[in-house]
């Protein structure tokens, strides 16, 4: 019994520790060859990172990533591939932040119209490609991809010209969101623990909303019965639509809910950052998010640690590119390396533990017998 | 003369079970030889080993006299042996010469396919057994004993003398058996040896020379099929009597449970799949439905259920129309549903047993509490299906693929059951399970059917559906052309209901839709 405990620990830790020896590897073939010290860029690379300032920079950035893992991975749950949430993002950050530049509110219900409109933009988007699954058959991976083009790059392209505020600002945007519709930083909560944080670092409050996220994700994915139907939808369509779960209503409502969440994703810019729409705007989180939940197994604390990870690679590469130790490029590698060998180590160990499985339940009804 | 099979010592084990445990079997030159035995007595997992798809642990195999190491398919074809699988592995658009030839085509200079070539060959490989298709018939245009002759067919093709048939009875009518049979003497004839896999007694009896026994892995006997009679064989299969699933003294209420009347149901090309049907099912009733597969039994089950729309006619279950209900919504008014693949449609493998164990009752305690699964609640009921319906397992948190194929049955029956339904549709319940589970099964059944349930059974297996059913109604094409009691039928003439044989006789005689 003792060894079985033991091995089924180890079988959980496998996946990611092979991951991380062969990203660690690979990157330091590249390295070398490239020229560069693979060691001394490594050291620098943990000893910046454990710095305060760059744990702030690392939460500021695994933030929206980890939001938009939620998003996609709501839809994956159900075998929904959902790539939509850079188009959703993004066009929900938009229109948000014309609708927040608008008004002058007192401040929570500023803050509260901004994301609420992020929210719903991103839900009307996304829920877009859900009726055209139920109602036309559309494959979600074909619309979500048209429907990234048009709102990128025609809605928010087309737009923007019309809410420019400033024609002779070199970063063309909309009108600066005024002050009642910031979010304070957490740089407070954070200095009750820890010293002063220099260099400007401000950790943003999306930080708590993307908490939040996790955690109603986490209670309503495993404990609601909602959660069950969506569950059991993605192990088996089949049977779930014998078990009485409406396959249509079901994809409209994961659809929608990952758009929801997906609206929030630039909301660490909107709210803590620029405060407007510019032509700086971030891109990219969508995909980057696909990658983070497929790295975390579309669970709440595996896309934590996941997005955490990511965020201290990208961190990393800032820091990379000041030193010239190495190009920041290796970043990318050791991300890309880490999730493809982790989705490969995954199916190695799934395959592992269901025969496992098989083999115990058997014995122990031979035993039992 | 050597054999044409020797197999000695075959020993294979999987996982907590030893498949065959020292297998000896020895099958003359042009003989048919039976292997017999009950679901999951390892007869399958020897044909594997004998096919080259699973290497054995132990023991040796000749062929023709020569020890011979298979590690794959195709060194068994190579060494003249082929098979012939219970599912038929045909590409339904394809005619019958582009099938036969799939994966084996003759090629003319240039990599082109020399379909003249090709119908030579198939020609002379018919003429030399005895056994006719039209080369250019579409696959999917022909009936379920001609795609047989083509599985067959495509097997003599590749120059196999060697043929194992796995189950091939399951699923064609005595009719189509009759064929079956007269092309395998016709083959025998022409030279070949055949190993013949069945657990049907009578079949077993009529067309082989010679039957091996086998059971729980082993090897019981080898016997002339003159000298043993259908008891002898069913003893010598399961060590005792068998089982039968015959129910006592009618509980038949006349109160109406599940009335459907003139249900149509059109398939994707437009054609009526069912077409204008109209069956009640009364409390403490089991209502049977036979018929071969594909003439509509599925797509009607799915309408009651409500996982296929309806052209036409109404469903009203204790009086209320839930010809438009949810699927949730028929549930939770009480249809209990087994579906004919358990783990495509009853089972979510990958879930532990009491997730499975809601499935279809997750809006209802003791699953769920409002918008809440209640995880306790769940698990204690699941204890409860494990023990009253003797689901083996270590635990209710193992996944559903942990499980036999049985005791996932027994998990679903038990889910369906304990639910307390009012109308309980069954299909196939026993399909691919052992005996022992298939007599817990028929037990349940009889106990659903005293408690007042009332029950639609659909059954390929016909000794089962007599058995079982109060009445029984015949599907063909489409339309009920029978009903019959099944007091006073037999599987034969229940057969040539299903192949619409009696159909005129039927017209004549008891009429299938009543007004």
Redesign the interface.
Known sequence: MNTAVLRRIGLAAAAPLAAAVVAIAVSSIVLEVSGSDSIETFRTMIENGTKLESIIDMLNRATPLYLSAVAAAIGFRMNLFNIGVEGQYILAAFLAAVVGAQVELWAPLHIAVIMLTAMVVGAAWSGLAGLLKVTRGVNEVISTIMLNFIAIGGLVAGLLPRFIDDPADPNQGTATIAESGRLPDLNSWVELFTREITKGRRLTGVFVVALIVGIVYHVVIN???????I??SG??P?????????PKRMVLIAMAGGGLVAGLVGMPEILSDTHAYDQGFIQGLGFAGIAVALLGRNTAGGMAIAALLFGFLDSSAAILQVSALASSEIVVIMQATILLVAVIAYEVVNRIR??D??????????A?? | MTAAIELEGITKRFPGVVANDNVNLRVERGEIHAICGENGAGKSTLMKILYGMQPADEGTMKINGEVVHFSSPTDAIEAGIGMVHQHFMLAEQMTVLENVILGSEPTKRGGLIDFGAAAQHLREVGESYGLTVNPDDLVETLEVGEKQRVEIIKVLFRGADILILDEPTAVLVPQEVEELFRNLRELQAGGATIIFIDHKLQEVLEISDRITVIRRGKTITTVDADTVTAADLAELMVGSELPSPETSESTVTDEIALEVRGVTVVDEDGRPAVDDVSLTVHRGEVLGIAGIEGNGQTELIDAIIGTEPMTAGHIMLMGENITSASVRHRRDAGIGFVPQDRQSEGLLLDAPLWENAALGHQTRRPFSKGWWIDRAGSRERTEHIRGEFDVRTPSVDVTARALSGGNQQKLIIGRELTAEPIVFVAAHPTRGIDVGAQAEVWNDIREARANGLATLLISADLDELIGLSDRIVVMFHGRLVAELDPAEITPRTLGSYMTGAALEHAATGDSGDDA
């Open positions: 404990r609601s019965r909602f959660g069950y139907d569950r059991a192990m088996n089949s049977a779930a639509k014998v078990g009485g779960v409406p269901q025969r499985e098989v083999r115990r339940a058997a014995q122990l009804v031979e039992a017998s």
